[in-house]
């Protein structure tokens, strides 16, 4: 069973920078796809960033060009690099993995708050 722990989460002020970490507990034998997500009050959860077949990424809208997703394998840890932040990316930020297209089994994290506030 694989367990996936966030951090880097807390309080900045718009225009500062974060990093958020996902640690998976073991080394998956295949991925997938690793992303993440963020999940706002009153809001539905959203897909922020995500890698698929361990090369090609993919962003929402709304952090083109300011947030970066990377993975270091030899750490089985993925990143949310966020930069430029703005109050609108306030939200609960959530690691999600998935080891084989071939399968419904999923794996997420409990999630990890980023406020940004002046």
């Known amino acids: 069973q694989v367990q996936l722990v966030e951090s880097g989460g807390g309080l900045v002020q718009p225009g500062g920078s974060l990093r958020l970490s996902c640690a998976a507990s073991?080394?998956?034998?295949?991925?997938?796809?690793m992303g993440w997500y963020r999940q706002a009050p009153g809001k539905e959860r959203e897909l922020v960033a995500i890698i698929t077949n361990g090369r090609d990424t993919n962003y929402a809208d709304s952090v083109k060009g300011r947030f970066t997703i990377s993975r270091d394998n030899a750490k089985n840890t993925v990143y949310l690099q966020m930069n430029s932040l703005k109050p609108e990316d306030t939200a609960v930020y959530y690691c999600?993995?998935?080891?084989?297209?071939?399968?419904?089994?999923?794996?997420w994290g409990q999630g990890t708050q980023v406020t940004v506030s002046s």
């Open positions: 073991r080394t998956m034998i295949t991925i997938a796809s």
């Open positions: 999600n993995a998935r080891p084989s297209w071939y399968t419904v089994l999923e794996y």
